[in-house]
């Protein structure tokens, strides 16, 4: 806010991890704290992807997630999530950024921050034109630093813990419904709990064919998070029928099970754990649903 003043401390680190403290400002306006913040949100969670994969973050929560044939595919089908949280927002993607990709989103959209591991000469040109656009080279993506901490203040002292570097792949699921999620479904499923990870507790993510087409974060409930994302895919004409859910802890009550297969979710990732597992299984089961547990929790706060 404008009436507070703010610093950026850069750690000291022998890594060389690929990071929003020791990216290179290429052109625009000098980064604010907010803009630190959401566009360290959205290079960690593109981060995840290892095909061309691009991440629209708005107030540090995924709007937009995307994986495509090209980076401007990727970036395309990130947009359509959810194209008025987009606005203002920050673009991430995981591999250099090229002309085509950069006219698309300057012509496309008002944003604050775009980083890539590398820019091409004609990216860079074609960003020049919005000058107070801040464009961003992180470097190539290194592996993460498993030492590194994270930290938040509280009142009268500091709180600390490791970094949630936690990941799942197929061998790690439990499938626990009558019905097993088909090959397509399970790469949706691990997509989605990718994203889910960066998104603020209770996080929901609708996800199809490796696109989010609604995200529900930081709700109190979840059973309202999964409600949100059903609404923003149905405002931005998102078919939801066939995709599938992702939900960062576990559900406490069936209604969230109940809530998704009304907007028409087939498949639920989620951690599993709740003392009402069975009955949420049920849910699932009743509605012909697929569901695995990761045995993993990923809130984020």
């Not at 000098?30 to 969670?45: F, M, P, R, W």
């Not at 004409?237 to 559900?251: H, I, K, T, Y």
């Amino acid at each position: 806010n404008p009436h507070q003043g703010a610093a950026f401390f850069v750690e000291a680190s022998e890594k060389g991890e690929a990071n929003i403290a020791t990216a290179k400002q290429l052109q625009g306006k000098e980064l604010s704290y907010n803009n630190i913040g959401d566009t360290d949100a959205a290079l960690e969670c593109v981060k995840q992807f290892t095909a061309p994969a691009c991440v629209i973050v708005k107030h540090a929560n995924p709007c937009g997630v995307a994986v495509g044939a090209n980076l401007l595919e990727a970036y395309d089908r990130a947009f359509t999530t959810d194209p008025t949280s987009a606005f203002g927002g920050i673009v991430a993607f995981n591999q250099p950024l090229d002309e085509g990709t950069a006219r698309a989103i300057v012509e496309r959209q008002f944003v604050e921050v775009i980083i890539a591991p590398g820019v091409s000469a004609g990216a860079r040109e074609a960003v020049a034109a919005k000058k107070n656009v801040r464009l961003l080279e992180c470097g190539e993506f290194t592996e993460a630093d498993p030492a590194a901490l994270d930290y938040k203040r509280v009142n009268g002292g500091l709180l600390a813990q490791q970094r949630d570097l936690g990941m799942v792949d197929r061998a790690d699921l439990k499938i626990v419904t009558r019905r097993a999620p088909s090959d397509a479904q399970l790469d949706d499923l691990l997509f989605a709990w990718k994203v889910a990870k960066f998104v603020k507790s209770n996080a929901i993510v609708y996800a199809r064919d490796g696109q989010t087409i609604g995200v529900g974060a930081g709700q109190m409930s979840r059973v309202y998070s999964a409600k949100i994302a059903g609404i923003k895919a149905r405002d931005e004409n998102l078919e939801v029928r066939g995709s599938v859910m992702a939900s960062d802890a576990f559900f406490p009550f069936r209604d969230g099970i109940d809530a998704a297969h009304e907007a028409g979710i087939s498949a639920v990732i989620q951690p599993g754990g709740s003392m009402r597992d069975e009955e949420v299984i049920a849910a699932a089961d009743e509605h012909d649903m697929a569901m695995v547990f990761t045995g993993m929790r990923h809130f984020r706060h």
